[in-house]
């Protein structure tokens, strides 16, 4: 009888370990490839009429995709875009982080210029995003958070260069989170926060490392529809999801191989949950389906 007993408990525990290892692959199936001779593109962004916009910097432009198919170049009219980085759909409008400049563009379809927002402190802006009415940005110089609020202008500025949780060691992209929270990738920190927008109750979402269930550069960060936390990791080129509070949930693969992009950096998830993914190296974005 005794012997009956620790088999079943042998049996239960290693079926749990074998749904607790299936639990760890999220299976993507491949949609479409985008290659609009790219060079070395860093960010994209959609908005709710299902546009996608696809920061190609290194080109000094834009290229939107509309719903409808149909591929336009955006070249900015009397200004230039040279190396900026980040990408957002922020209230209606098209937001770029002009990392060189320390400024902020909003950017017509036609390419207009139509606000410029300069920053203090010599930010160097690598994202932006939006949130309850304020303006979010990483700044990779002072490795520091700074919101703005509804009229441009600075509410908080917090953050300093270090290891501790509160610092950064160049902060990358990022993306609004639940329960008003702000997600971060702390690329050479090698981790994933999340804060308040004003720097409190932090939260480790993925530690570093080159296993599953952690991170080694932190590239674009997106949440699907489950609020899973999608990060991309700009060295292994590994997707994975995590929970806001910190739990892995598992890692992207295609026909049961983890997948590994090329340098893979911003990201966005669109209404259809369906990935997108600038692979910054192979100048190209591949869209992939969560199942």
Known sequence: ?????????????????????????????????????FNFPTDICGNDKGDIFVLDAMNDRVVQLKASGELNEIKPQRESIYKAVGIAWINDALWIADTPRSRLLKMETDGRISQVVKLDHQTEPVDVTGMDGNMIITDRLNHAITVLDNNFKEKYFWGRRGSKIGEFINPGFLAPGPENRIIIGDILNRRVVSFSPSGRYPQIIAKPGVERGQIFRPKGVALDSKNRVWVVDGYTGAIQAFSISGKFLGIATNDSKSLALSAPMGIYIDKQDRLWVVESFASKVSVWRIK
């Open 1 to 37: 009888m005794r012997l009956n007993k620790l088999l079943f408990v042998f049996l239960v525990t290693c079926s749990c370990l074998v749904e607790g290892l299936v639990a760890q692959e999220i299976s993507f199936t491949p949609v479409r490839v985008i290659d609009s001779n």
